[in-house]
């Protein structure tokens, strides 16, 4: 399984952009797609995620810092997720990186290559 992401750039305090992570497979309802990012000097850390447990429904969590400013979303039919960024800070400057968490058929756990996001005050 292989992750592409994009979108990343530079942008001033307050602007927004928008990330995309294709999957060069089919993505299963099931698995757990997410976006973190690294800070330089810094750890890596989650900004959102999206799965369903059930049949339709998705569940979403956001970091505290995101929230009310990010949304993450998945269009499986273009085995893609996407990260819609708004009312972006300096401190969100950082590379993202998206994930997806396999648990069936087979687990795994897979990262793409990562974007640069870089917000100037």
């Known amino acids: 399984v292989q992750l592409q992401a994009s979108g990343g750039g530079l942008v001033q305090a307050g602007g927004s952009l928008r990330l995309s992570c294709v999957v060069s497979e089919s993505i299963f309802a099931s698995d757990v797609m997410g976006w973190y990012r690294q800070a330089p000097g810094k750890q890596r850390e989650l900004v959102a995620s999206?799965?369903?447990?059930?049949?339709?429904?998705?569940?979403?969590d956001y970091a505290d810092f995101v929230k009310g400013r990010f949304t993450i979303s998945r269009d499986s039919a273009k085995n893609t997720v996407s990260l819609q960024m708004n009312s972006l800070k300096p401190e969100d400057t950082a590379v993202y990186y998206c994930?997806?968490?396999?648990?069936?058929?087979?687990?795994?756990?897979?990262w793409g290559q990562g974007t640069l996001v870089t917000v100037s005050s």
């Open positions: 999206i799965y369903t447990a059930g049949d339709t429904d998705y569940t979403i």
């Open positions: 994930n997806l968490d396999r648990v069936r058929p087979r687990s795994g756990n897979y």
